[in-house]
Every structure is written in C-alpha cells, then in structure tokens.
C-alpha cells in the first residue's frame, strides 16, 4: 500500500512535466527587423569653384556653380552654362561651359544604385579669358555603380584630345599634368580618378586646378578648381526579407500526445510504453531536441518507478 502511495504522485509528476515540455513553444533568437534601405547616388557634369579677383576692387568675386547635378532619381540634360559677376566682363554673362552633349543621370532602388556623367566636345572658360578656352575636351565620361551584395565599381574615361589654354596636352596617369601660358596663366589637369570602398564608389573624368591672370576685361586673377563628369553612389542594404518566407514558428494548437505511464501488479511490473506522435511545431531543427529531452524524461520516470518498487516491496509474508 505504501508503495502505490508514492508510486503515482511521481507518475503524474513526470507525466506533467512532460506535457509542459512537448507543448511550450520554442524560444527563437530576435534580432533586429532588417529594414533593407535604399542606396544612393548622384552625379554632375562640371562643378566650379573659383575666386575671382577684380582690378578696380578690393574685394574677390566667388564663382560657385554647377552644371547638370542631379540626386537619385534623376535626369538632367543641359549643355550651356553662363553665369553674371557683377564687375566683369561689362557686366556680360560669363559663358562657363559649352558643349555638344552634357548629361547626367542618377537611380537608386533597393537592390542597386547607379550614376553616370557625360560630356562632349566640351569647352569651359573662365572670366576674362573670353576668347581662349581654359580647356577643350573631345568626351570624359563618368560611372559609379553600388549594387546590393557586390563590390562598388567605379569608372571614368578621358576620350580623344584635350587642349588647355590652346596647348594640346597628353596627360599621364603618373600624376598631374602642368600647362603654363606666359602672360596668362597655369593649369594643372589631373587625370580621371576612381575609388571605392566596400560600400561607396566614386569616378571623376577630369579636375583642373586653375590660376590664371588675364589682366583684361577687369579681372586681375581666377584661382580655384573646376571638375568635370563626377559620379558617385553608395550601396543598398539589400531588399526587405518577404513577409512570408520565413513565418514565425508557432505551436501546434492540439497539445501533442504523451505517453501514459501506469503502474503494475507485481514487484517485478515494468511501466507499459506507448509511442507519442508529436505534431509538427514549424520550429524547424528545434522539434527533435524538444521530442528527445521528453521521451528521455519519461523514461528516467519509468526506472524510477520500478526503483521504487523493487525498494518499497514488502520483506517476506
């Protein structure tokens, strides 16, 4: 008698806890929801940034300007610049740049983004040098492209013949290549350039570091720089993961099935086994360690009971 006393409340004790076990749903590691952002980019055709300085003045004149600058998503087509100074030229518009094809263009989703900048038979000036082209470009081209997942790329290209302050010159990917005009000036033309980093790219056709002294039309001295064709971009975090690739595991709501343990006659009765059908949860590699850490409770419970039993079992009648 004393041994069925305690022979079922730890039963139904290993039963229970199995049933906890089998039904409790799965922790699943959470992290942060993956957002996947949009890239950018942007490109321009010429960005100028000159100090000009005035004969009858004191003071400096900024030329600050550019040409086709565009932000993703973007297209901008023009191929005439002018700008006014007051005190320059009579009063006259400034014509910047003029050429034949001047584009820039700029996309960006969330798998890629893209810019790219063009320019042909292209001629840029400078206040007080009307007549005389700072420099003449047959076509510069620059792209940049971020694609999710890939490595940035960046390209430029400086096509057919470039002529500063009427001077053709051959330029060196070495460095920098120097154009000086007695009476004029200097120009320094650097050779398109490119750089990337694991998420970031950027190309540049053409950058002139300007000084020149025209000593005509007003105007004393233009320092500064001028780039041409500029393109650049930053990769994408990469598309948003669908709603429905991969659904959160939930628990079965019929709780699955345990088996009974149940005492028998006799010293020497083993607990009869039944096989539990356990539903499948969704949790993926998390179902089996659950089924095995019950299956091995249960029969941890069943040698405790026949332990129980065999030390429990009356000494003789």
Do not use: W
């Not at 039904?23 to 590691?29: F, S």
């Not at 050779?191 to 053409?206: C, F, P, R, Y």
């Not at 096989?275 to 949860?281: D, G, P, Y």
């Amino acid at each position: 008698m004393n041994s069925n006393s305690f022979r079922m409340p730890a039963a139904a004790l290993l039963a229970a806890g199995a049933v906890a076990l089998l039904t409790a749903p799965p922790a699943l590691a959470t992290g942060g929801a993956g957002g996947g952002g949009e890239g950018s980019s942007g490109a321009v055709v010429l960005r100028a940034g000159l100090d000009v300085s005035l004969l009858n003045k004191t003071v400096h004149v900024p030329l600050k300007t550019t040409l086709n600058e565009v932000s993703a998503p973007e297209t901008a087509q023009k191929t005439a610049l002018t700008v006014t100074l007051d005190g320059v030229e009579q009063g006259k518009p400034v014509s910047v740049l003029k050429a034949d094809v001047a584009t820039a263009e700029a996309t960006a989703d969330k798998n890629r983004a893209e810019a790219e900048a063009n320019l042909a038979k292209a001629r840029v000036h400078v206040p007080g040098l009307p007549a005389l082209s700072l420099v003449e470009v047959e076509k510069v081209t620059s792209k940049a492209v971020c694609e999710a997942g890939k490595k940035p790329v960046a390209t430029s290209n400086i096509l057919g013949t470039v002529t500063a302050l009427g001077k053709k010159v051959t330029l060196s990917a070495g460095g920098p290549t120097r154009v000086d005009v007695p009476g004029v000036g200097s120009v320094t033309l650097q050779l398109s350039s490119t750089g990337t980093t694991s998420t970031t790219a950027a190309a540049t056709a053409l950058r002139l570091k300007v000084l020149v002294n025209p000593l005509d039309l007003n105007v004393a001295r233009v320092e500064g720089e001028i780039v041409l064709a500029e393109a650049h971009c930053t990769s994408p975090a990469g598309p948003a993961p669908s709603a429905s690739a991969e659904p959160v595991a939930k628990p079965d709501t019929k709780p699955a099935a345990v088996a009974d343990v149940k005492p028998q006659s006799g010293t020497g009765g083993k607990p009869a086994t039944t096989q539990a059908n356990l539903a499948e949860t969704g949790a993926g590699s998390v179902t089996p360690y659950v089924a095995g850490g019950a299956l091995l409770l249960l029969g941890i419970g069943g040698c405790a009971l026949v332990v129980t039993r065999r030390g429990k079992a009356p000494q003789g009648s």
